[in-house]
Each structure stands twice: as structure tokens, then as C-alpha cells.
């Protein structure tokens, strides 16, 4: 056990009774539910009566109401929600996989919160394909933090960096183009790395993802095309072509005059 002693001044004069009620909010470090011992010190001579506790103690300072993350407004059903009491979360996901971190991890009061930050992960019990979504939101708000970032994993890991202010909440939208180098169709694991303390929510995928098909133009009239290659209205630059009343073509077509 850590002992933790705190002095008290006793100011009285010399050659008198001193009697004083030393409130026990002055032995601030000391804690009052493990009190074993006292200590005295100074010089010359000192007799002690009546030592006691007395009085009721003083109610505790009602700790401050947090403030509430802002409220999400994507729908639900455009949403793939990894921790957010607005939606349904994923499931079975692990939000304090061992991987040795000094972090400590809490989900109370529908927040996740870090603190002693290094790092943290959240571990899907099965990979998640997102690629269909347009970015990765997030609200945080860190206290005492100068380093921190997010990061996807799959397949490899990329990090994006939370740069907004201490002391307040902020509310991100993460391009998924941001995480180049992660397979965004098999998504494991996130990952928070930095210091402090942070209070992540409304945790989750939305938006619509880059449409990467081949577009389908249909040429109507007196029309050409290049089979797997680019194609001209006036039939120009087509050493192998369809021509017809009606082509259809897919991929990169050159409609230009």
C-alpha cells in the first residue's frame, strides 16, 4: 500500500488551549476510506485532548454533465453502422481485442472511449466489404491529445488523421479513397493511434462508393465503333469497326465532333 500523508498548520499561540476543527477537505492527497495512521511534527512541548472526527461530511461535487455527441442523419438503411446507438451495429463485433495496448477501453453511456490512448483496435468477427461506400464517419472528442489517427485494415493498413480541435466534438466524413493500399472489399479491423483521451461515436460507413463500370452508350444513325477501343461519330481513327444504324459500345467511347 502507498502511503500519502498531508499536513496540516496547528497556529495557535503558546501557553493557552487551542481548540480547532480541521476540516478533512484540507488533507487533500490522503485518501479518508484508508486512514492509518497520524503525525506530528515540530519542536518543544505539546499536549493533545479530545482527538476525534466529528461533523457530516460534505456531499460530493455532482461530477459535469458530458456533452452529447451530435445527432447522425443518414438514414439507416444507407448505413453500415460499426457503434452508434442511432443505428444497428454490426455484430459480434470485439471493441478491446488484446494486441497489448496500455489503453483503457470503456463503451458505457453509448460512447467509446479511450484513455491512456497508444492504441486501440476494433476487431469485425468477419471481414466487412464497404467498398460499395463513399467514406467512413466519425465523431470524436479528445481532451489532452496531440497525436491522433485512424486507420483501416485489409489486406493492408492506411491511416487518416484526426486533426480537429481538443475540447470539443468534431465530426468527420472520411473519403474511402483516403485508405489507398486497404481491400476495401474485405475490411477486418479498425485501428486508433495517438495519446490522451477520446470519445469516438456514430461510428460508421455511408455514402455510395466511386461507380467504377464501363459505361454503355447506344449510337443511333450512321454510327462506328471500335471493338475494345475507342469510337468516332464520323467513323475516324476505326481500322476495325461496326457500323450500323444502331451500335452499342462499352467501355471509354469518344463522342466528340
Known sequence: MVVVETEVLLDGPNGQWNSVDIPLTSFTAVNLAEVIQFKVAGNGKVVFDNWYFGGVAPDPEPEPELEAAPTPTAAADSVLSIFSDAYTDVVGTDFNPNWGQSTQVSTDGGELTYTSLNYQGTAFA????????????VDYFATGSTDLGIFLVGGGEVEYLLTGANDQWNSVDIPLTAFDGVNL??????????????????????????????????????????????????????????????????GSVDTSV
Open 185 to 250: 472489399a474485405e475490411v477486418i479491423q479498425l485501428k486508433v493511434d495517438g495519446n490522451g483521451a477520446v470519445r469516438l461515436d456514430n461510428l460508421y460507413f455511408g455514402g455510395v462508393g466511386a461507380d467504377t463500370t464501363a459505361p454503355v452508350i447506344t449510337l443511333t444513325g450512321e454510327a462506328s465503333v471500335v471493338v475494345a477501343g475507342r469510337c468516332d461519330v464520323h467513323g475516324r481513327r476505326v481500322p476495325q469497326q461496326i457500323t450500323g444504324e444502331t451500335v452499342t459500345a462499352s
Open 126 to 137: 468477419a471481414a466487412q466489404d464497404v467498398s460499395g461506400y463513399g467514406y467512413l464517419h
